[in-house]
Structures are given as structure tokens and as C-alpha cells.
């Protein structure tokens, strides 16, 4: 073949024009010009372009006609492959260099990356360093890009310590952009120390960098320290305010703060984006603030962002975790296009709030009028309403269909979630059948749904074993383990194992925290509880706290005297309260009619003028004293003569009613 008639070929002006409108035909006419010029502008026209698959018809003239392709114009072949995201004809223009340059490996590098093929991207550095090339800042930064893409390839974890080291055994020069896929590499490895050194030592720190950063410390619970960063802060955008919003959004102490920042940040001229109110809604929702989600949709309401698919499902998780059913529901049925996650929160607010039945047709009305198939949350959420609905036939057939049909592989929380749904129905042997066949090693969720079902229904002998299963997975970890095993003995009147338990769980040092309840007053929430011992922090912004610490502290020094069986003690300490005027007022709860406020609490003993204007006393004080009587014989250590009142009281059909609350909405408790 005549190369030189090539040459004159495509050298010809029509030829260019030819190439970039490849429907054409080759030019007759040889009007001579820089054929690689034109082919390299060629290229770099497709390249640029919304359709670069139409430049592959260049490469397919360009191999008919045997014009042999320099460097330059290789590359761009190669550029234009993997614009295409034809990774494998990429490659054979990589391996049909001649001269691969550091570039040329860059690319195919990045390219791999690109489409998480991590293994193949190292196989190209390793077959980089043989060559002879130094990779340069590009190179560095495309390895620990690779370090950090999720793939489960072996050695990752250590890549961005090993990448660290070269660049500083190096000559390469640590720019803005090494220094951020560095400081990137080190937070999302979860190496918060390692990243702050990086950032002290970058002499112009940006934006991207100071955002990498404060996430770091914000999944760390080092809010401090991500606040001082973002003070130092100057260049902010939306994506650093967007940082701090959803790191205080992820725990209900610091939730408050995320509702602050999101109103500074519209202050100073930023407009929230679809990040921002997803994390400003989840803020609500930890906070069970749906007043201040309101205005938070009421703005959305008024940007183009309303239609957005993650901010409807945000707002119908948020209205359900506040109870706000018919609040979630007015936001579904309004959103345009649903998808398997607006189901999904949907389906999950009924079942949370006590509609295991209406959760369950949305959950068939998804599928059979929409075509949409469950993931494995909408499968969890159906399960879960199954098991408080006690509808066992139903959650098996959901069960067996998750892999048949909706090809969904079951994890631990569905199996944990079937054992409940089976324990709560009475099927206590079913369901340590169930947990006997499962493919895996049960975790302590599952161990934990089935003591919890032992307890339900007074199974002592299961709930030993399924307590001991748990123990053996997480001897400390799980506190209310230890409770719930501890309530089902002493249920069952074996107090001699109540105190085996308890004594374990002291040389353990394990100890459940006390529950903790919050109201909302002032903008704020206050949260407080059983006060005696409080964190110092809690305890300075506690108001509550600060009004009721003083002579709670006696009591609740009484309660853990009492617990250890210190009586003298309790004695004594009593005598002192009674000296010095302190008194614990009896627990009391209330309620309205007949347009009055009845009071009512611990019935034993009560005031004589209270009981004869408490109605709501006389109804229940039949029942509750034998219950009152029962806790002081069992805070005395009286366990034999509380045994004897239980049988008194089965025998005469006396039972205390579970504790409830109410709340009130809608004109209604």
C-alpha cells in the first residue's frame, strides 16, 4: 500500500470536513494540510461533543485506509473510547502504542476508575513503575481515588498510607488537588488525625478540603472540632453550610443546631438545595419537631425543588416519625412520581404508628397497580407490620417471596423481624426452629427478638438460652439483654437467679441507661430523666434538670442504697429527709373531663382530701394498691412475701394495666 498517496489523501481540506460530517463520502480532490492536525482537530470536534460514539467512524476510515496514527492522535482515540465508556477498544488502542506515555496511562487509569474496575487501574500503575515512569500528581490522586471507591478489592485500606508515602519520598508537587484526594482518602477510612495533618501542612487550604474535613469529624461525634474548622472557614459555599446541617441532623442532642445553621446559612445569601433540606428534614424528624418542619415545606413549596423525589420521601418519614399519619399521607398522594423509596417511608409510617393494615394494602397496592417491586426496607417495613398486626401466614408468604419473586436475599433484620413476628403470635418453638435453619450465624438482633418473645410469654428455659446465645456474641454490649432475662426470672419468682444476674452484671460493670424523656419549650428541647448520675454538659443546658436535681439526689441516693440492700442506710438517709422537709412527690399523671382535672399516680398512700375529690383515684384504687404493695415488699428484698401477694392477686383477677401515654392532636387524646 502506497502510503505516500495516503498521506496525500488525508491531507486534503474536504477530507476534514468529511470526518467531522462522517455521513459523507471521501473526498477525489488532494488538497495537502497537516493530516495529523486535522485528525487531531477532528477527533477533539467528536470529543467535545454531546455524541462522541459518531468519532468511532473515524477510527474505522483511519484503519481502512492504513494511515499509520502517531501519539498525539492515538491519545485522542483513546479519549474519545472512554467518553464512550467503551473501556475494552480503549484498551487496544492503549496496548497498540508504541511510546506509552505517562498521559496515556493517566487516562486508561482514570478511565478504569471510573467504572470501579480498581483491580485493573493498579495493575496499570504497577505496569507504570516497571516502565520506568514517575507517576505524577494526577497519577497519585487517581490511586487514592481508586482507595476510596467502595470496591471490595484486598489492600485498599492501606493504599492511602502507602500513596502518602511516595508523594513525600517524591519531587511531585502538592497542589490543592493532591492535598484534597489525600485529606479525602484519610476521612472516608474513617483516619480523621491523619487528615488533619494534611490540611495543617497545605499552605492555601479551599473549600473542598475544609468540607472533607468537617464531615470527618461530624461522623466522629467531634462536633467541637468540625466547628472550628468551619469558622476558619472563609470561602464557604452551600456544600460546606450543607456539612455541618446534616452532621448535627444525625443525633437528636445536636439536631437543634442543624435547624440554626440552616437558617444562618439563608442569612448570608446561600440558597438550601436539595441536600439541605433533605438533612434539615431528617433534623426534624430526630427532633419530632413537625411544627418547624412545616415552614421547612412551606419554603420548599416555593422553590423548583418541590417535585423532588428524596425531599417527598424525607417529609413523609419525618410527618410519620412525628405521627403526623395524615400529614405523611397528604404529602404522598400529592408527590407526582413515586418511587420504591416513597413507598417504602410510606408503608413504614403506617406500620410505626399502628396501622399494621393499612401498611400492608399500600404494600400489595404498590405492586399489583404500579408495577413497583420491594427492596429489602419495603420487604423489613411489610414484616414488621405483620408482626404488630399478628398476621403470621401473611409475613411467611412475604418472607418466601423475597427471594422467589421480588429476588431480594434475606439479611439478619428480616430474619430478627420473623422470629418477633412468631414470638409475639405464641409460636415460641417455631420460631427457635426458625432461628436453628437460618443459612447464617444468628446475631444478637435475632437472639435479642427471641428473648424479648421468651419474656412476652413467661418462657424461662428459652429465654436462658437465647440470653446465654446473646451473651456469647456481645457479653457488654447489649444491657438490655441482662434486663430482659432479669424481668422474665423474676416474673417467673426465681429470685435467687434475679440476684445470680444481677451480681454478673456488677462484676461486668454493665448497666442500662435510664430512659430519657423530652419536651419542646423556648425553640429548644429539653431532655430530661432519671437524674442522678447527669453529664455535666446535659446538666448545664437542662433546665429541668436544674430545677428538680436538688431533692431528687436524695432520692434517688435512697433508690441505689435500697437496690444494693445497704437498709441501715436507706434508714438513716431517710431520717435526714425527713429533718430537712424533703420529699419526693408522688409520681402523678392527669387527665380532663367533665370540664375539671383529675389527678391520679401511686395510690398508696394518699392524701385523704386529694382522694376525696379524685375520682380517677377511687376507680383504680382496688387494683393498684395490691401492685403498690407488691413494689415496696420487693424494693424491701421481700421476695418471698411478694410471691405470695401474686398469687393472691391471680387468684382474684387483679392485674395492673400496661403504663400508657397520650398526646393530644386534632382535639383528641
Known amino acids: 500500500m502506497n502510503n505516500g498517496i495516503f498521506k496525500s489523501f488525508f491531507s486534503s481540506r474536504a477530507f476534514c470536513t468529511s470526518l467531522i460530517s462522517p455521513h459523507r463520502p471521501f473526498p477525489q480532490n488532494h488538497d495537502f494540510a497537516s493530516s495529523s492536525t486535522l485528525l487531531s482537530s477532528a477527533l477533539q470536534h467528536y470529543i467535545n461533543s454531546e455524541t462522541p460514539t459518531h468519532g468511532q467512524k473515524i477510527h474505522s476510515r483511519i484503519l481502512k485506509s492504513g494511515f499509520v496514527l502517531n501519539t498525539n492522535i492515538s491519545i485522542k482515540l483513546l479519549i474519545l473510547y472512554l467518553k464512550c465508556n467503551y ?43 516497571v516502565s520506568g515512569e514517575k507517576p505524577d500528581g494526577f497519577t497519585f490522586s487517581m490511586i487514592l481515588k481508586a482507595s476510596t471507591s467502595g470496591c471490595n478489592v484486598a489492600l485498599l485500606g492501606d493504599l492511602g498510607r502507602i500513596v502518602h508515602t511516595q508523594i513525600l519520598k517524591s519531587d511531585v508537587e502538592r497542589d490543592e488537588i493532591l492535598c484534597t484526594a489525600l485529606i479525602d482518602s ?34 466522629q461525634g467531634s462536633f467541637e472540632d468540625a466547628e472550628r474548622i468551619f469558622n476558619k472557614t472563609l470561602d ?99 408527590m407526582r412520581v413515586k418511587n420504591v423509596f416513597s413507598w417504602t417511608s410510606m408503608i413504614d409510617g403506617y406500620g410505626k404508628n399502628g396501622f399494621p393494615d393499612e401498611a400492608l394494602e399500600l404494600f400489595g397496592k404498590m405492586q399489583e397497580e404500579y408495577g413497583i417491586v420491594p427492596n429489602n426496607v419495603t420487604c423489613l417495613s411489610a414484616l414488621s407490620a405483620c408482626a404488630h398486626a399478628g398476621l403470621v401466614d401473611k409475613g411467611w408468604e412475604i418472607f418466601h417471596r423475597m427471594e422467589n419473586e421480588y429476588l431480594v436475599k434475606p439479611g439478619m433484620e428480616h430474619h430478627a423481624c420473623m422470629v418477633d413476628l412468631l414470638g409475639r403470635a405464641g409460636r415460641l418453638n417455631q420460631a427457635w426452629e426458625f432461628v436453628m435453619r437460618m443459612p447464617e450465624r444468628p446475631n444478637s438482633d435475632v437472639w435479642s427478638a427471641l428473648l424479648s418473645s421468651c419474656r412476652l410469654h413467661g418462657n424461662i428455659e428459652m429465654a436462658k438460652l437465647a440470653a446465654n446465645e446473646l451473651f456469647k456474641l456481645n457479653a457488654t454490649g447489649r444491657p438490655g439483654a441482662y434486663v430482659a432475662l432479669s424481668n422474665t426470672l423474676a416474673d417467673a419468682g426465681k429470685w435467687e437467679s434475679v440476684t445470680e444476674l444481677r451480681e454478673i452484671m456488677k462484676e461486668r460493670g454493665i448497666s442500662k441507661d435510664t430512659g430519657r424523656s423530652w419536651v419542646g419549650a423556648d425553640n429548644k428541647v429539653w431532655f430530661y430523666g432519671r437524674l442522678i448520675p447527669i453529664d455535666q454538659k446535659e446538666e448545664k443546658h437542662n433546665a429541668v434538670a436544674e430545677m428538680c436535681i436538688r431533692d431528687r439526689a436524695y ?70 394498691a395490691y401492685v403498690a404493695l407488691s413494689n415496696t415488699l420487693a424494693d424491701a428484698g421481700k421476695w418471698e412475701s411478694v410471691t405470695e401477694l401474686r398469687e393472691i392477686m391471680k387468684e382474684r383477677g387483679i392485674s395492673k394495666d400496661t403504663g400508657r401515654s397520650w398526646v393530644g392532636a386534632d382535639n383528641v387524646f
Not at 474513617?190 to 470527618?216: P, Q
Not at 425531599?311 to 405523611?328: E, P, Q, W
Open 555 to 624: 432520692v434517688a441516693l435512697s433508690n441505689t442504697l435500697a437496690d444494693a440492700g445497704k437498709w441501715e442506710s436507706v434508714t438513716e438517709l431517710r431520717e435526714i429527709m425527713k429533718e430537712r422537709g424533703i420529699s419526693k412527690d408522688t409520681g402523678r399523671s392527669w387527665v380532663g373531663a367533665d370540664n375539671k382535672v383529675w389527678f391520679y399516680g401511686r395510690l398508696i398512700p394518699i392524701d385523704q382530701k386529694e382522694e376525696k375529690h379524685n375520682a380517677v383515684a377511687e376507680m383504680c384504687i382496688r387494683d393498684r
Open 87 to 129: 473501556l475494552r477498544y480503549a484498551r487496544q488502542v492503549f496496548d497498540d502504542l508504541r511510546d506509552r506515555t505517562l498521559s496515556a496511562y493517566n487516562y486508561m487509569i482514570s478511565g478504569y476508575i471510573k467504572q470501579c474496575q480498581v483491580e485493573e487501574s493498579l495493575g496499570l500503575v504497577r505496569r507504570l513503575l
Open 236 to 334: 464557604r459555599d452551600v456544600v460546606v453550610f450543607n456539612a455541618m446541617i446534616e452532621g448535627y441532623s444525625k443525633t437528636s442532642e445536636h439536631a437543634g443546631r442543624s435547624v440554626e445553621v440552616y437558617i444562618d446559612m439563608q442569612r448570608l445569601k446561600f440558597r438550601p438545595n436539595v441536600s439541605t433540606f433533605a438533612s434539615v428534614i431528617g433534623a426534624c424528624s430526630m427532633l419530632v419537631a413537625f411544627e418547624i418542619g412545616q415552614q421547612v415545606q412551606s419554603q420548599l413549596m416555593k422553590t423548583p425543588l418541590y417535585a423532588d423525589i428524596k425531599l417527598g420521601s424525607a417529609l413523609i418519614d419525618m410527618y410519620s416519625k412525628c405521627g403526623r399519619v395524615s400529614d405523611a399521607l397528604r404529602v404522598f398522594y400529592h
Open 186 to 219: 484519610y476521612v472516608k477510612k474513617g483516619r480523621i488525625a491523619y487528615a488533619r495533618t494534611v490540611f495543617d501542612v497545605m499552605s492555601e487550604k479551599n473549600v473542598v478540603c475544609s468540607t472533607s474535613l468537617i464531615s470527618g469529624y461530624m461522623n
